[in-house]
């Protein structure tokens, strides 16, 4: 079963930069497409980007459009998002998660704990 692990998380001023990792352990990860979500106690959850499991097809959340970008390297099992002029809105936890395409469900099970970003001066 596949399963994914987040870091890069932190505290950065507003108008900083970020880089997030997803590493997967398990088999097939370029049978997956990868997204990121976030999410905190309170918040509602929201999809920020996702890849298709070739790397063909991106999309991102409007608020985050020209400002972050997703990539993926299947000979490392990783998906990374490069985050760009943060914003201290962009705060939340991250998590990334696996789906057999990118608009349909999240595989049970598939994402970890998650890693903090905090936009603050």
């Known amino acids: 079963q596949l399963q994914l692990v987040e870091s890069g998380g932190g505290l950065v001023q507003p108008g900083g930069s970020l880089r997030l990792s997803c590493v997967a352990s398990?088999?097939?990860?370029?049978?997956?497409?990868i997204g990121w979500f976030r999410q905190s106690p309170g918040k509602e959850r929201e999809g920020v980007s996702c890849?298709?499991?070739?790397?063909?097809?991106?999309n991102y959340v409007d608020s985050v459009k020209g400002r972050f970008t997703i990539s993926r390297d299947n000979a490392k099992n990783t998906v990374y998002l490069q985050m760009s002029s943060l914003k201290p809105e962009d705060t939340d936890r991250y998590y990334c998660a696996a789906y057999l395409y990118c608009s349909g469900p999240k595989v049970a099970g598939s994402w970890g704990q998650g890693t903090q970003v905090t936009v603050s001066s």
């Open positions: 890849i298709s499991k070739s790397g063909s097809s991106i």
């Open positions: 398990g088999s097939a990860f370029d049978y997956y497409a």
